[in-house]
Nanobody, 124 residues
């Protein structure tokens, strides 16, 4: 089992940047595919980015491609989401998730563990 704790959210102006972190407990962090999802008020949770166990493969939602970068440090049991050129429509609660299945990609049901979320607000 793994516990996930996100940090790094906050209020930023449009065009600004934030870096989210997600710290995981346990010794088997490198066994999990890691993903970031977000949920805006009144909307369903949506996929943002995903990174493979080794960090060698990444995948992004079209809405963030070219602006966001997911990375991981398996020695530190941490996954990151660097968010640049932020837009007001990026405002949401951001969640990190861990998936045991190697094939987990963009569907929330493919992930087994979730953090509590961190709020990101982008003002115009």
């Amino acid at each position: 089992q793994v516990q996930l704790v996100e940090s790094g959210g906050g209020l930023v102006q449009a065009g600004g940047s934030l870096r989210l972190s997600c710290a995981a407990s346990g010794r088997t962090f490198s066994s999990y595919v890691m993903g970031w999802f977000r949920q805006a008020p009144g909307k369903e949770r949506e996929f943002v980015a995903r990174i493979s166990r080794s960090g060698g493969t990444t995948y992004y939602a079209d809405s963030v491609k070219g602006r966001f970068t997911i990375s991981r440090d398996n020695a530190k049991n941490t996954v990151y989401l660097q968010m640049n050129s932020l837009k007001p429509e990026d405002t949401a609660v951001y969640y990190c998730a861990a998936g045991m299945a190697r094939t987990a990609v963009a569907n929330s049901y493919e992930y087994d563990y979730w953090g509590q979320g961190t709020q990101v607000t982008v003002s115009s």
